[in-house]
């Protein structure tokens, strides 16, 4: 079982980037599927996160209404699509999979998600 990110890049300011995590070895079709990121120096946190059974998407405020995941369930690959970056936004971006939420909860708490990749590192310069 293995998640793939990539995509990540040095951009400018204002500029827009697309992630991609592709799934390999089991469907997560059933499994809330999300995106967390870590900035030097500091812990892990939540992006966002999807519940593709129920439709329940959650943000971190951070990201609310710049970022969008999206998936492509014939290729099995999770989308990060990221307008607006700003320096905040720069960080190693991990997906991740959640194989055990309840149905249509979203949980935000890296310790809930099994299955994770290796990360892709986004730097926006100002």
């Known amino acids: 079982v293995q998640l793939q990110a990539s995509g990540g890049g040095l951009v400018q300011a204002g500029d827009s980037l697309r992630l991609s995590c592709a799934a390999s070895?089991?469907?997560?079709?059933?499994?809330?599927m999300g995106w967390f990121r870590q900035a030097p120096g500091k812990e892990r946190e939540f992006v966002v996160a999807?519940?593709?059974?129920?439709?329940?998407?959650q943000y971190a405020d951070s990201v609310k209404g710049r970022f969008t995941i999206s998936r492509d369930s014939a290729k099995n690959t999770v989308y990060l699509q990221m307008n607006g970056l700003n320096s905040d936004d720069t960080a190693v971006y991990y997906c991740?999979?959640?194989?055990?939420?309840?149905?249509?909860?979203?949980?935000?708490?890296?310790?809930?998600?099994?299955?994770w990749g290796k990360g892709t590192l986004v730097t926006v310069s100002s």
């Open positions: 999807r519940s593709w059974s129920s439709g329940n998407t």
């Open positions: 070895g089991r469907t997560f079709s059933r499994d809330v």
């Open positions: 991740a999979a959640d194989s055990k939420a309840p149905f249509g909860i979203v949980r935000r708490s890296p310790q809930d998600y099994g299955y």
